[in-house]
């Protein structure tokens, strides 16, 4: 089946990039994404990208895939305070209209 | 504005008491979905509206209905809400078509306290 797998924890300075990372199984995903959770809240989607792309920039977001190895990666340049969240990684099933999660990057930000 | 809504925002229940959420949405998206998110853990999909057609995921507990009386609404039924069901419930929307699709918007979530 299909599968979603992050690092659990990254760090990173203040100013700072940060790359959260994230590998997939499921080679027929059309559209893989990256949300972000603060606590208590429900997710935002931060940036998404089309499986026929290898990057997409969004002022301080750039995504990288690469189908080949089925490895996906957010950098978040200049990373604020204001960044610290859970980033999840999801591939949308094509085949069944599911988007399935990774169990989420905790990222903190320290001075 | 808010384009995906759920309500109440926070909602407590007693023990195998019923309890419904609700989730409304203003994109008139085809696809619906519900999923269940607990501490810490990744969102678990429960089932999900494409149109009229109700897909059930096969471990969703016999416990969680669903019914969706329109487009823009949807609702999550817990039949006898126990412990191990307090969790934030997150409804979400897409618009599909055949050879095409979009991106999923999110609500901002219920999350269910179980007395």
């Known amino acids: 089946g299909e599968d979603v797998e992050q690092s659990l924890f990254l760090s990173v300075r203040e100013g700072d990039s940060s790359v959260i990372n994230c590998t997939y199984t499921d080679s027929s995903s059309t559209y893989l994404y990256w949300y972000k959770q603060e606590p208590g809240a429900g997710l935002q989607l931060l940036t998404y990208?089309?499986?026929?792309?290898d990057m997409k920039q969004d002022q301080r977001l750039t995504v990288l895939l690469n189908k080949k190895d089925k490895h996906l990666s957010l950098r978040i340049a200049d990373t604020q305070t204001g960044d610290s969240a859970i980033y999840f990684c999801?591939?949308?099933?094509?085949?069944?209209?599911?988007?399935?999660f990774g169990s989420g990057t905790r990222l903190s930000i320290r001075p | 504005d808010a384009m995906v809504i759920q309500n109440p925002r926070y909602q407590v229940t007693q023990f195998g008491k019923p309890v419904t959420l609700s989730c409304s949405q203003t994109l008139n998206h085809n696809v619906m979905y519900w999923y269940q998110q607990k501490s810490s853990q990744a969102p678990k999909l429960l089932f999900h509206?494409?149109?009229?057609?109700?897909?059930n995921e096969a471990d969703t507990p016999d416990n969680f209905q669903s019914r969706r009386p329109n487009t823009s609404f949807c609702f999550l039924d817990i039949r006898s809400p126990g412990l191990g069901d307090a969790a934030m419930y997150l409804c979400?929307?897409?618009?599909?078509?055949?050879?095409?699709?979009?991106?999923?918007?999110f609500g901002q979530g219920t999350r269910l306290t179980v007395v």
């Open positions: 509206y494409y149109d009229k057609d109700f897909n």
């Open positions: 979400a929307t897409s618009r599909e078509r055949k050879g095409a699709d979009t991106e999923a918007f």
């Open positions: 999801a591939e949308r099933d094509s085949s069944a209209s599911k988007i399935i």
């Open positions: 990208i089309f499986s026929n792309m």
